[in-house]
């Protein structure tokens, strides 16, 4: 095999093996950020040594033993410096007895991916450094990507995930899965911080990309590992269901040339059927959970929450074979719920549009003027795009030109600054030909 394939066959291999390899590794160091630096040894060595001997059979157990015995020399060398002469040899006995145990990749790994998952999104950290330490940790990305993915500088990232680890470190997060009342909360952040990076892959925030689709799917891997790992947690059902409808259009979301194409305006001949099942599926398991739960699924039995109604919103979208036949009453309706579930501006901005869709432009409107005010909204470019589309509808067009050009200067993406513009364009020109 060639170098170059060996190199591409280990970046494979590092994808699919780094997380286990990392959360058995935290299991037994008790630090992630240790746990991380031995990994990348492991990886480091398997570079240099790949190429002369070749990929072994079991590649996550080789990776996992030369971690295993940076750790031992680590441990020796610590002990040295340290002058604990009389320790060292119970000490290398008792770590040794830990890391020698059948099978360190398959025992508990998924609970050590859970404890992982819950320790890299822990409230100690900020949410854009909880979303960083876990495509960096679970995701298997490099941080080049990570910053390359979120358009911030490398040494920037870099210094993100750094002081997160460290952050971790200081405050003695334990590696554990938390318990009792505290794992609703914690529960709630990990679901967050996937939605989040599928957020930034589904509409990029800034830069030339409306998309990045390879964001979209490592939140989509992370879901679905979750909803492996807590298997009776409607909400991580709801989560993966809301994810795998909305990447179904992602092909139809761009035009050949990369220009943004508008719900309404999709060709949903170009959704992909089979995310759709599958979200479909993931939303009626969930459906299944919030009916009846027997006592033996309360570890991760919660209330159902938000990510669940806005599966069922995703799903009125999915189940229309054409725009016209959306059902926007129900989605008025489950917006509606979803606000008092989770009361929220940007919430009632989506409510104003489905209502603006079922009722009419007038009603719509009416809930957007009443955000104009919300200090929350003041910078967000959504608000007077909303706006601008239910005046455009009334004929109120110099109004809504006003507010298109404010949304064009709010965003930061480029490809969106285009999209308002040419709206923009298009109703100047109606306006010119009809002598207005």
């Known amino acids: 095999m060639a170098p170059s394939d060996i190199h591409r066959s280990i970046e494979a291999v590092w994808r699919i093996e780094s997380a286990r390899l990392i959360a058995a590794l935290a299991r037994r160091v008790r630090d992630v950020g240790r746990a991380e630096e031995l990994a ?13 001997t070749g990929i072994p059979n079991n590649p996550g157990a080789w990776l996992m033993a030369t971690a295993k015995h940076r750790a031992i020399d680590q441990l020796r060398h610590r002990s040295l ?48 450094t909880r979303v960083a330490l876990t495509l960096r940790l679970l995701g298997g ?32 997060v334990p590696f554990e899965i938390p318990q009792g009342e505290q794992l609703s909360g914690r529960l709630a952040s990990v679901l967050q911080v996937i939605y989040l990076v599928f957020n930034e892959g589904y ?15 490592d939140a989509l891997r992370l879901g679905r590992i979750l909803a492996e790992l807590a298997p009776n947690e409607p909400e991580v059902h709801g989560l993966v269901a809301l994810m795998e409808i909305q990447a179904s259009r992602l092909r139809a979301r761009t035009d050949t040339a990369g220009n943004p194409v508008l719900l309404l305006d999709q060709n949903r001949a170009r959704w992909d059927q089979l995310l759709v099942h599958r979200g479909l599926a993931a939303l009626e398991r969930a459906a299944r959970l919030n009916g009846a739960r027997p006592p033996a699924f309360a570890r991760f039995a919660i209330a159902p929450g938000p990510y669940v109604l806005q599966a069922e919103i995703a799903a009125c979208h999915a189940r229309a074979l054409t725009a016209a036949e959306t059902d926007w009453q129900r989605i008025a309706a489950l917006y509606a719920a979803l606000a008092v579930l989770t009361p929220s501006p940007i919430i009632e901005l989506n409510r104003a549009v489905a209502v603006g869709m079922a009722t009419g432009p ?14 929350s909204l003041r910078d967000y470019h959504l ?19 006003t507010e298109l050009e404010r949304a064009a200067g709010l965003t930061t993406n480029v490809r969106e600054q285009q999209l308002l513009r040419g709206r923009i364009d298009e109703i100047v020109g109606q306006l010119t030909s009809r002598g207005g």
């Open 81 to 128: 410096t340290e002058r604990k002469h009389q320790q060292i040899g119970y000490e290398l006995e008792r770590q040794q007895a830990a890391f020698d145990l059948e099978s360190d990749l398959d025992d508990d790994i998924g609970d050590d991916l859970l404890r992982l998952m819950f320790t890299a999104c822990h409230p100690v950290l900020a949410p854009e």
């Open 203 to 217: 509409a990029a925030t800034a830069g030339e990309d409306w998309a990045r689709p390879a964001l979209c799917e």
């Open 141 to 172: 990305l490099s941080t080049e990507e990570i910053a390359r993915a979120f358009l911030v500088p490398e040494p920037t990232m870099a210094q993100r995930i750094v002081r997160a680890k460290r952050t971790l470190s200081q405050a003695q």
């Open 362 to 375: 007038a009603a719509g409107l009416e809930i957007v003027d009443q955000l104009v005010a919300e200090s």
């Open 383 to 401: 608000l007077p795009t909303v706006r601008a589309n239910l005046l455009e509808k009334l004929g109120r067009y110099q109004e809504a030109l």
């Open 40 to 52: 990348q040894d492991a990886l480091v060595a398997a570079l240099e040594q790949w190429p002369q």
